[in-house]
């Protein structure tokens, strides 16, 4: 197996994903927003469909790493799963290899269409839009920062409002260059000459030639955020609090995030080459600059910190946990 480069992605609240176009336009009627690329799979989109997706980290080098589809199909034939496996698709399932692969994928994306699973919707932020909870003084403020275009600004990739009675995902499924600093801890990242540029490469390669693209990466749906142990598509940071720090000092204090180079100066965005650093965003809480004071305070990324959790599914009222106790 070969170490992996990137973080692994949830695969929850992506049930209505749409496939990937480098022109996306919301299903509102106004086909004049083009917000550029969006949708698919993975960190950097390059499979459209939960059928696509259930391939990858069974042959993928930096997850199951079976050598092929016959290895993958072996082991599931020598394991506990075979005899419900030969129940759904037939007692002779595993005579025909194309037939077992199209049923172990379908076996896998049938589960991650699970709701139960995969989307159930049942968090504190969900009873709230409900009219279930009611979200404490904190948590308020949060939203309130999250939602707040001069502060975090989080709402502009990640929406937290119903569309059409829908409830929100928490991601506008496009792709942005945060800037993010460079992982050691990455094997990868040893050879000073690797870069993992997201849309254009090195695991995605049809768009390579779209320079616009690179260091673009998937935005990711904050739904059970608060219970990663890595974010970012590089696993940058372990900690919620340094994330919103980020997003708050990145531009007004580059040196807590960025080495020095060789002539002392902070080497900001030091996991992109160069040449594609201008495709970092700049849009608000990143419109700052050094010496600037940041768009929100650690005391205001504590309540946006509070308000993310309130997106934990899991979610019971007093009364409820009270019923379970009893």
């Not at 973080?7 to 994903?17: G, I």
Request: with cysteine; charged share 25%.
């Amino acid at each position: 197996m070969t170490p992996g480069v990137r973080a692994v992605p949830s695969l929850a609240y992506a049930q209505d994903t749409p496939p990937f176009t480098e022109h996306f336009r919301e299903d509102d009627g106004n086909d004049s927003d083009d917000q550029g690329p969006a949708g698919g799979r993975t960190w950097d989109g390059r499979v459209s469909s939960a059928h696509e997706q259930a391939e990858l980290p069974l042959l993928s080098p930096f997850e199951m790493a079976n050598a092929s589809r016959s290895a993958a199909l072996a082991h599931l034939r020598a394991s506990a799963a075979a005899p419900a496996f030969r129940a759904a698709f037939g007692a002779g399932i595993f005579d025909d290899s194309i037939a077992a692969w199209k049923g172990l994928l379908a076996a896998l994306e049938v589960f991650q269409e699970s709701p139960a699973d995969f989307y159930p919707y049942t968090s504190k932020y969900d009873a709230f839009l409900r009219g279930e909870a009611e979200l404490n003084a904190r948590e308020q403020r949060g939203l309130e920062l999250f939602n707040d275009s001069k502060k975090g600004n989080c709402a502009q990739c990640h929406p937290s409002a119903r569309v059409r009675g829908r409830f929100p995902q928490f991601t506008d499924r496009g792709f942005v260059a945060l800037g993010v600093p460079r992982n050691a801890n990455i094997p990868a990242n040893a050879n000073t000459s690797y870069f993992d540029l997201g849309l254009c490469g090195p695991l995605r390669n049809d768009l390579a030639g779209h320079k616009e693209y690179c260091g673009l990466f998937k935005t990711p749906s904050l739904r059970n955020v608060s219970r990663r142990s890595v974010f970012f598509h590089n696993g940058a940071f372990t900690r919620l609090e340094d994330v919103l720090r980020f997003y708050a000092q990145r531009d007004v204090r580059p040196e807590t995030f960025y080495p020095l180079d060789s002539a002392g100066r902070v080497n900001k965005f030091d996991d992109l080459p160069p040449s594609y650093r201008r495709n970092v965003t700049v849009d608000p809480p990143f419109d700052r600059h050094r010496g600037d004071e940041p768009a929100f305070s650690d005391a205001e990324a504590a309540d946006i910190i509070a308000f993310l959790r309130t997106l934990d599914d899991g979610y019971r009222s007093a009364s409820e946990s009270a019923a379970v106790r009893r």
